[in-house]
């Protein structure tokens, strides 16, 4: 709905640049324009960043491959996955709090980390659902982790936690950071 006013808004503000003669020259017509040019690309992004569809639509695979993907679009280095071929049947809040897991985890590497690539894998593993994410940065101080400040990896805590899961936050062997997720077995399907 707010997309829709503000396209119309864009619309209105054409026509009445026409209607009072003004050129696409005047610049005070094309700052508005511009500004509702990047609102609307804010609002189609917070949209997507609120309830990405294609978790609806393709999954969470396919939600992950284009996190990734895009990250490593805006930040410039590679983040490879590594994501089962049959994809876990996961409860809607699973799934959701998952891709905000990776999502969160991806913007403190952007943030902090400092890294030249990213891996993200997603496995079943002893009856648990395992989400990792490893980057080759600059690593974590202890004391990072525990600094009050620190509302990502609270939030991240706050999601693993809600779902009767664990999360460890630590240093990588080869250097940087390595974030892991376990949740339950009773979210993940039974081993076949």
Known sequence: ELGQRLTALKIDLATLAAQAQLG???TRVAGMQAMLDDTLASVRRIASDLRPLM???LGLNAA???LARDTSRRIGIPVHTRLPLVEPALDKRVTIALYRMVQEALTNVARHAQARSVEITLQV??????LTVADDGIGVAKQALQRAGSFGLMGLRERAHGL???IDV???RGGGTKLTVRLPSHFA???E
């Open 64 to 66: 992950i491959e284009w």
């Open 55 to 57: 978790l609806d639509d």
């Open 189 to 191: 399907p039974a081993a």
């Open 24 to 26: 696409h020259d005047d």
């Open 170 to 172: 630590g240093v990588r």
């Open 125 to 130: 593993q002893d009856r648990q659902l395992v």
């Open 164 to 166: 009767g899961g664990t």
